[in-house]
């Protein structure tokens, strides 16, 4: 083997320093209106990191191994990448709009991606701070590649696994929430049950099981009625009204209204 040849086959283990600046690179979004082609069967990832060297580098090696990876060099670019399904986040700790453990809070809140912390802060206090507040790993540059895209694969891999028993136990995960069709319970991120009449937990049921397609109001009438009672478009507006002022906390709206139809699950992120 030559020299070119055995820089090829190490080129992986070397950490981001070492990555020659000829490598792909990538473009940040900058507006989510744009519409985004995922490839099918490609799990999605954000890298959020304000240095454009490591950044290209992560972007392009992860491209490489199969995953649609989109680049963010702040926290506002990172909020209008989450607007598309995301199914993990790599993330810096200092970023030049914003601090990344308040950042992780707000992905921890409104979308069910894995987050690995990438940075150079290795003190044992943000270690231990990154991994309690949401972080599924928390890594430390330099970086090593392989050992990256492993723990990526694990966090996944996880992730999945935990979707499949949700669904195996007729319970539903939709944010904050866990919506469990077989005993009729509706669980906030504390794991405490939130009271519900019957009429809110079939409405809300109803919306969630149309995973984010909207429901006309004559549907949703159809939903909540009952032998007894006399319900009408008035009847399901408040009962939305009231599931709004119950399902709160991630400053994310629940149920949205969609005009001349009805309504639909708002959030960007089911299980």
């Known amino acids: 083997m030559n020299g070119r040849s055995q820089d090829s086959a190490l080129r992986e283990d070397l950490n981001f320093q070492a990555v020659p600046q000829t490598h792909r690179t990538s473009k940040i979004v900058a507006d989510s209106a744009r519409p985004e082609l ?7 990832l954000i890298v959020v990191e304000d240095d454009p060297v490591t950044r290209t580098m992560l972007v392009g090696y992860f491209n490489e191994n199969n995953f649609d990876v989109v680049g ?45 912390f990438v940075t150079r802060r290795d003190t044992d206090v943000d270690r231990i701070l990154g991994l309690e507040i949401a972080g599924d790993h928390y890594v430390t540059k330099p970086i090593n590649l392989r050992d990256l895209l492993a723990r990526v694969r694990s ?34 991120s504390d794991g405490k049950p939130v009271a519900l009449t019957r009429a809110e937990f079939d409405l809300l049921a109803a919306l969630v099981g149309a995973d984010g397609r909207p429901l006309s109001r004559d549907y949703l009438i159809e939903v909540v009625s009952n032998r007894q009672a006399e319900v009408d478009i008035r009847t399901v ?6 599931l709004r002022r119950k399902l709160t906390g991630s400053g994310t709206p629940v149920i949205g209204t969609v005009t001349g139809v009805g309504y639909k699950l708002a959030l960007s992120e089911r299980l």
């Open 155 to 188: 966090v996944l891999r996880r992730r999945s696994l935990d979707r499949k028993a949700a669904r195996n136990h007729n319970s539903i995960a939709f944010g904050d929430w866990i919506i469990d069709l077989t005993r009729r319970e509706l669980l906030g």
């Open 72 to 116: 963010a060099g702040s926290c506002a670019e990172c909020r209008q990448a989450l607007r598309a399904r995301t199914d993990l986040v790599f993330l810096d700790v200092q970023l030049p709009d914003g601090d990344g453990f308040e950042l992780a809070k707000e992905i921890q809140a409104t979308s069910n991606a894995g987050i690995i």
């Open 38 to 44: 995922r490839p099918a069967g490609r799990e999605r």
């Open 237 to 242: 507006d408040a009962l939305v009204a009231r």
